[in-house]
């Protein structure tokens, strides 16, 4: 899709936060002005926050999922994965679905690829860990913590039973955290309505380096959510790491080995490998841009999100968080700024103050710090919960009735069998973009 083309082309790759955002708030200000045409290797916007009630079966799949030609207007959408950018050509190349190799011509370009599960150099950890970045992660997680609860039930063995019972999370941010409070309760109910022989209960046990949970939060919310899940049985191991992940099980710092048949791996994220691949100057990763998300030296480039290093103008000499908040509003400041290059409105410098966190924890419980007023329990669920909706560009109703649901009937306890577990494995979820006159792996 190359060639002259009567309008200016603003091309935006990657349909996260900020790429969704960008592209949305550019439509309302430069439509007709400019074409806009958004690359993206799905056809929704993942709202991530609440991935974690996909799992546990509270919301159905495609709540999370926005649709983008309804809530783009006016925007070309190209479903592909870019792999590279030639920029004396100011040509984005990318694989199309059906894998074929495609170029496509920009006079703007917006770089919005976001993040990837990151891999970290422990043994087994790629072959056996499970991410928590996608839609496909969410549901085949699902699946396969019923699957290790029902086979447990199946069994004579208590030792076999007590490991399929058993499941690892690795990383006590937020998805970690969130997941756990989640997903745990998902298990419990389970086991309780599909008894087997032997005890029902399962164990879930939650591994940081870090001092204490939630270590983005302040000491109150994090110590609450500790209360939370520690009643409800949770095993919280600070101050630990994993050395080794097998089929059979994970090995801790200290040498305790932990039977298990499901290692959960949510210990953050790097930067989308096609960012290393261009050859512009990077920081730990993320593209360097300055306060008015400008690629230094290519004033037709901008990045935005987790893919880019972005001055925090309110901490002077630090860049600005890998958050789903930074994201949204640095892709809006994207659309801004170029509009404002069309004649359009006036550019300006991107600078935020975080307007608070809300931490899910399962059931009526939370934490949240919206606007640094500390909150947990149900007033902080409810702020949660709202916040979410608020958040959330579209599926507003659906979300409502799938919570009305939840609190008024009993959870649906099914396997889906929609997803291979070969496409969710921790190895299968970070590659680098394919180069030129490769074969796309598509699983």
């Known amino acids: ?54 799992t546990a079966g509270i919301l159905e799949p495609r709540r999370v999922a926005v649709a983008l030609t309804n809530n783009c207007p006016g925007i070309r959408f190209l479903l592909g994965t870019a792999y590279g950018v030639d920029r004396a050509a100011r040509r984005v190349l990318y694989l199309d679905a059906r894998g074929d190799h495609r170029s496509l011509d920009y006079d703007r370009l917006v770089l919005a690829v976001g993040s990837v599960n990151k891999l970290l150099p422990i043994p087994g950890v790629a072959e056996h860990a499970y991410g928590f970045r996608s839609l496909a992660e969410a549901l085949y997680l699902r699946d396969h913590l019923l699957r290790e609860v029902e086979i447990g039930n199946a069994t004579e063995d208590p030792v076999e039973r007590a490991a399929c019972r058993t499941f690892v999370v690795v990383g006590a941010g937020y998805t970690g955290t969130e997941v756990t409070a989640n997903a745990q309760l998902l298990t419990k109910d389970a086991v309780t309505r599909c008894p087997g022989p032997g005890d029902q209960e399962v164990r879930w046990v939650l591994v940081d380096i ?5 270590p983005e939060l302040d000491l109150r919310l994090s110590e609450a959510a500790h209360k939370v899940l ?12 994993v050395e080794e992940a097998t089929s059979g099980g994970v090995r801790l710092s200290g040498g305790e080995f932990v039977p298990s048949r499901t290692l959960i791996w949510c210990v953050g994220v790097r930067p989308d490998p096609l960012i290393e691949s261009l050859g512009m100057t990077t920081m730990r990763g ?25 001055p925090d103008l309110t901490r002077p000499g630090e860049v600005t968080a890998m958050t789903a908040q930074h994201a949204q509003r640095q892709g809006k400041r994207v659309a801004h700024n170029i509009a404002a290059s069309y004649g359009h409105g006036e550019r300006k410098p991107y600078k935020q ?8 924890l399962g059931g009526t419980r939370a934490a949240a710090n919206p606007l640094g007023v500390a909150l947990t329990g149900f007033p902080a669920k409810v702020v949660a919960s709202g916040y979410h909706l608020m958040a ?21 306890v099914v396997q889906l069998g929609m997803v291979p577990p070969s496409s969710v494995r921790l190895a299968a979820t970070a590659e680098a973009p394919a180069p030129p006159g490769a074969v796309r792996r598509t699983g």
């Open 1 to 54: 899709m190359s060639g002259p083309h009567s309008l200016e082309r603003v091309v935006i790759v990657g349909a996260g936060f900020a790429g969704f955002h960008a592209a949305r708030t550019l439509s309302r200000l430069a439509r007709g002005a400019v074409e806009i045409v958004l690359v993206n290797p799905t056809d929704y916007f993942l709202y991530l926050p609440l991935l974690p009630e996909v």
């Open 210 to 214: 870090a001092q204490r949970l939630l």
């Open 230 to 241: 520690t009643k409800r049985g949770v095993d919280i191991r600070l101050h630990t790491t």
């Open 286 to 310: 993320r593209l360097v841009v300055d306060a008015y998300l400008n690629v230094p030296g290519h004033s037709e480039i901008y990045a935005c999100g987790d893919s880019a290093a972005v």
């Open 353 to 360: 103050h975080d307007l608070g966190f809300v931490v899910d």
């Open 392 to 412: 959330i560009p579209s599926n507003r109703l659906r979300i409502c009735a799938d919570w009305t649901l939840e609190a008024l009937l009993s959870r649906q």
